[in-house]
T-cell receptor, first 115, second 114 residues
Framework: EAQVTQNPRYLITVTGKKLTVTCSQN?????MSWYRQDPGLGLRQIYY???????DKGDVPEGYKVSRKEKRNFPLILESPSPNQTSLYFC??????????????FGPGTRLTVT | GENVEQHPSTLSVQEGDSAVIKCTYS??????FPWYKQELGKGPQLIID?????GEKKDQRIAVTLNKTAKHFSLHITETQPEDSAVYFC?????????????FGGGTRVLVKP
């Protein structure tokens, strides 16, 4: 089944404790992104990647890091989480080329709470 | 940067009636406008999209219209059913040149009453 998977789905942590949220897609997509969702603000892009070893900042990159060492994986790293990073996080991927290259497919989400 | 506004924030309709959600965008370079449906506990799911070279697109009970001049686009759901209850998001994108980045509206919570 074509899908985007994220782990963990739920995470409660404390301020300053480094964490990684994994994202993997099995559709051979070129583009991958991370978004955070907050009430009333919709989803906002954190980082994106257009290919292996190519990443760039989105609208709200502060406090986050990403890496793209393999095409299928795009982990989100919080080196020193703070309470304002409590949010619902989504990974997404898209083909990037062709007539359907724009369509983005989202993972199930990771709910992060930082105390 | 791009700014997308979505109205209304909540919408309650009777089963069988139509629902309309409207969005405006600010960047005339945006050329792709998808709509997503998000059910409780799930990620957004693409339900329909439209490119800037098309004024209207329809898929069964769902239709989207785009007015490039006015920079607004709308989602129309006809003959609503209880399973249409969800949060709907509009978005705008400048496509591959911007990494397919989506700028989302704030969402509309739709409740279809049986």
């Amino acid at each position: 089944e074509a899908q985007v998977t994220q782990n963990p789905r739920y995470l409660i942590t404390v301020t300053g404790k480094k964490l990684t949220v994994t994202c993997s897609q099995n559709m051979n997509h070129e583009y991958m992104s991370w978004y955070r969702q907050d009430p009333g603000l919709g989803l906002r892009q954190i980082y994106y990647s257009m290919n292996v070893e190519v990443t760039d900042k989105g609208d709200v990159p502060e406090g986050y890091k990403v890496s793209r060492k393999e095409k299928r994986n795009f982990p989100l790293i919080l080196e020193s989480p703070s309470p304002n990073q409590t949010s619902l996080y989504f990974c997404a991927s898209s083909l990037g080329t062709g007539s359907s290259g724009y369509e983005q497919y989202f993972g199930p989400g990771t709910r992060l709470t930082v105390t | 940067g791009e700014n997308v506004e979505q109205h209304p924030s909540t919408l309650s309709v009777q089963e069988g009636d139509s629902a309309v959600i409207k969005c405006t965008y600010s960047d005339s370079a945006s050329n792709y406008f998808p709509w997503y449906k998000q059910e409780l506990g799930k990620g957004p799911q693409l339900i329909i999209d439209i490119r800037s070279n098309v004024g209207e697109k329809k898929d069964q009970r769902i239709a989207v219209t785009l007015n490039k001049t006015a920079k607004h686009f709308s989602l129309h759901i006809t003959e609503t059913q209880p399973e249409d209850s969800a949060v709907y998001f509009c978005a705008a994108s400048k496509g591959r040149a911007a990494g397919n980045k989506l700028t989302f509206g704030g969402g509309t919570r739709v409740l279809v009453k049986p």
